[in-house]
Nanobody, 124 residues
Framework: QFHLEESGGDLVQPGGSLRLSCAVS????????VSWFRRAPGKRRQFVSC????????QYADSVKDRFTISRDNSKNMVYLQMNNLQPQDTAVYYC?????????????????WGQGTQVTVSL
């Protein structure tokens, strides 16, 4: 049984940075890909990024490419999302998910375990 817990969300000004963390407990996540999604108020859930088990493959949504960086530390069962140059449109609740397989694959399928989310607010 996997338990995922996100942290690191905060209120930040436009242009600022945050690093989100996803702590996985219960079982080792080293053999699984992990994704980040976000849901803004009144909007559908949106894929943000995915990292494969060995970190060889990383996927990003076009809206965050070149600003966000996903990484993981399998020794700590942790996955991170470094977010730079944050903009108001990045305001959302951010969720991490454990994927069913080691590779990222299609973004909206095989997301088996979800955390409760962490709020990111970008505003003056």
């Amino acid at each position: 049984q996997f338990h995922l817990e996100e942290s690191g969300g905060d209120l930040v000004q436009p242009g600022g940075s945050l690093r989100l963390s996803c702590a996985v407990s219960g079982r080792s996540v080293r053999e699984y890909a992990v994704s980040w999604f976000r849901r803004a108020p009144g909007k559908r859930r949106q894929f943000v990024s995915c990292i494969s088990d060995s970190s060889l493959t990383k996927q990003y949504a076009d809206s965050v490419k070149d600003r966000f960086t996903i990484s993981r530390d399998n020794s700590k069962n942790m996955v991170y999302l470094q977010m730079n140059n944050l903009q108001p449109q990045d305001t959302a609740v951010y969720y991490c998910t454990r994927k069913r397989y080691s590779m990222c694959g299609p973004t909206d399928v095989d997301n088996d375990d979800w955390g409760q989310g962490t709020q990111v607010t970008v505003s003056l």
